[in-house]
């Protein structure tokens, strides 16, 4: 069955309550229609300052959905697969003074128009191929909220350049139903997102929805083009890098049998720790993704 989120149903907080916008079971495929970060805020460059003087960080990164996986119960592993994301005619990037530099110029936007749905007309004058990837995607966690501003360890602003088309996508469910939701879909995407926004953009993404009972991890893992990479996010950068290596460990012992130590060896001599952002030092917590080629192991 397929299913359609639509732009007009999203949520700003991954919680228990908060009520499902539709149903599916295992196997199905649903499309969502996601809003950029600012929910449509920004059209031309000068929005930009408008949008600044009514930004609230509890009301970005719109996330669609939630929607209820039947069966799906604490303990239990959804994948997700991205089939596909499909970019809007355009995009805007924004630079705010503060965060990780000081002394720049802004608020200042620029749009970014998506050409033949492929190629990014950037500042400069620069024409880059687009690489479209999903910033938040989460399910419920099992009390409180987790806004989709931020980081959990479910998911929701992890802002993982590996989370593209073709990536399986392994979130923990903590909640009857999962109520997976996702949004902040970008255009592009460099790692760390030092302004802390990138080339953010409406978009529709394609995913198939599938459950493994009983098989949950710690925190959401990805598999995609022979790669498989363990999240974190923590308030520093070093802990963010402790936590994904101690995750990665963890499947690597999974997959391939061998003992922690050895996984240890094997993260430091062939895996790559990257940042998936880290704009905001001492503000929002930074996110890292430990990856590491196993191929069809
Ligand atoms: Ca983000
Ligand atoms: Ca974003």
């Keep these: 069955m397929m299913v359609r989120v639509r732009r007009d149903q999203y949520t700003y907080r991954f919680a228990p309550d908060v009520p499902p916008v ?7 495929t649903v499309v969502f229609e996601t809003h950029d970060a600012s929910t449509g805020r920004i059209r031309v460059a000068d929005d930009v300052h ?33 089939e596909a994301i499909r970019l809007a005619e355009q995009g805007y990037v924004r630079a ?17 128009p998506v050409e033949d749905g492929a190629t990014l007309a950037l500042p400069g004058g620069l024409r880059l191929p687009a690489r479209p ?47 997976l939701a996702l949004g902040d879909v970008h255009a592009s995407m460099g790692d760390a997102e030092v302004s802390g926004t990138v080339v953010e953009i409406n978009a529709e993404v ?20 022979g790669l498989v990479a363990a999240t974190a996010s923590a308030p520093t950068l070093e802990a963010a890098v402790s936590l994904a290596t101690d995750g990665l460990m963890t499947l690597l012992v999974e997959r391939l049998g061998v003992t922690r130590t050895e996984a240890f060896m094997l993260v430091s001599a062939y895996g790559d720790v ?15 993704y430990a990856c590491f080629p196993l191929g069809d192991r």
């Design 50 to 82: 408008a949008y600044m003087r009514v930004r609230d960080p509890r009301r970005v990164n719109p996330a669609a959905g939630p929607v209820w996986v039947e069966g799906a119960r604490p303990g239990d592993e959804l994948v997700v697969t991205i």
């Design 206 to 225: 394609t995913a198939r929805v599938d459950l493994l009972p009983g098989a949950a991890h710690a925190r959401l893992w990805i598999e995609v083009d």
């Design 22 to 28: 539709a149903r599916v079971r295992p196997g199905d």
């Design 133 to 179: 990837m999903v910033g938040v995607i989460g399910t419920a966690p099992a009390g409180g909220e987790v806004l989709t501003a931020v980081p959990g360890p479910q998911g929701s602003n992890l802002d993982c350049n590996l989370v593209r088309a073709g990536a399986r996508v392994h979130l923990p469910v903590h909640v009857e139903g999962a109520l």
């Design 274 to 288: 990257r940042i998936g952002q880290a704009c905001d030092p001492g503000g929002l917590d930074a996110t890292v």
């Design 96 to 112: 705010t003074p503060g965060g990780l530099l000081a002394g720049l110029a802004g608020p200042v936007a620029a749009i970014v």
